[in-house]
């Protein structure tokens, strides 16, 4: 059976030193009555700044954006987050009540989904695009929980970049680049350890908002199962395919996961009328 998500119910403060930014829509106070925020949730080993592309094709959206805890500009943040629980808990302070469109990418899909099912009253609907359910038993998983804590995080950081983007995209990258990734590997060896455990931290099933689960046709075919079990078992879900599109659609393929993003807020807007 899942652990149930301990995420708090109630508005609280981010932790020290999470990097936040608000963007507001470009429209006119009027327009803006009914202000729901697009939350946008990145990946492993990423950042806020991964999704500038899709942001430039909602500009009548206002949307909110941060590095996660462990990551880039919240590096510093503490405490460390260890679970997923922690990341959860980190996305509802984001909201801090608000009713919220919550847009995840791979590990950022799975936290969104997360939150829409501790705070389903604030949350109208996700969109997730691949997010990985490594606890499945089907998955394949490099590593145990325990195999991953025990890696040099710098070391394995830089495996995980490799893997996910190729060994020329990080040879071409300058070394200070490179210096920024492998000091992402704390973060990385903790939630990738976090979403290894055997027993579920939540059920993704059990979301009730509308949801949208994106893949890219390029993508691996573990991604894809994903999405299709999950809009299988989801209680209002579809499935949105990114033709051409990889893992990386929100950097390839910015107009088709920005148009994921808006079908989402479509549904959401029908959930609230």
């Known amino acids: 059976m899942p652990h149930p998500i301990p995420g708090n119910r109630t508005p609280h403060r981010p932790p020290a030193g999470l990097h936040i930014e608000d963007r507001p829509a470009k429209s006119t106070p009027d327009d803006d ?13 990423d950042g806020c700044t991964s999704f500038n592309r899709v942001l430039r094709r909602m500009p009548d959206v206002h949307a909110v954006v941060y590095d996660r805890r462990g990551y880039r500009r919240s590096r510093a943040a503490s405490p460390p987050a260890l679970t997923i629980a922690d990341h959860v808990n980190d996305l509802l302070a984001v909201i801090a009540g608000r009713t919220a469109v919550l847009a995840g990418h791979s590990y950022g899909a799975t936290i969104s989904l997360g939150a829409a099912l501790v705070q389903p009253e604030t949350v109208s609907a996700v969109a997730a695009y691949e997010p990985p359910l490594s606890w499945l038993d089907w998955w394949p998983v490099r590593g145990s929980p325990e195999a991953i804590r025990a890696q040099d995080p710098a070391s394995f950081a830089e495996g995980f970049f490799r893997r996910m983007v190729g060994d020329d995209i990080w040879n071409r990258l ?4 490179r210096a920024e990734r492998r000091a992402d590997g704390p973060a990385l060896v903790a939630e990738l350890s976090a979403i290894r455990e055997p027993v579920p931290p939540f ?4 979301v009730t908002v509308p949801a949208v689960i994106g893949y890219g046709s390029l993508t691996a075919s573990h991604h894809r199962r994903a999405a299709e079990e999950l809009a299988g078992c989801m209680r209002d879900a579809r499935l949105f395919e990114i033709v051409g599109a990889g893992h990386g659609a929100h950097l390839t393929h910015p107009d088709r996961f920005a148009a994921m993003v808006k079908l989402a807020l479509q549904l959401g807007e029908g959930r609230r009328a």
């Open 33 to 45: 009555a009914d202000d729901t925020i697009v939350v946008l949730v990145h990946g492993s080993l």
């Open 203 to 206: 059920d993704p099933c059990a």
């Open 174 to 177: 300058p070394e200070p680049a």
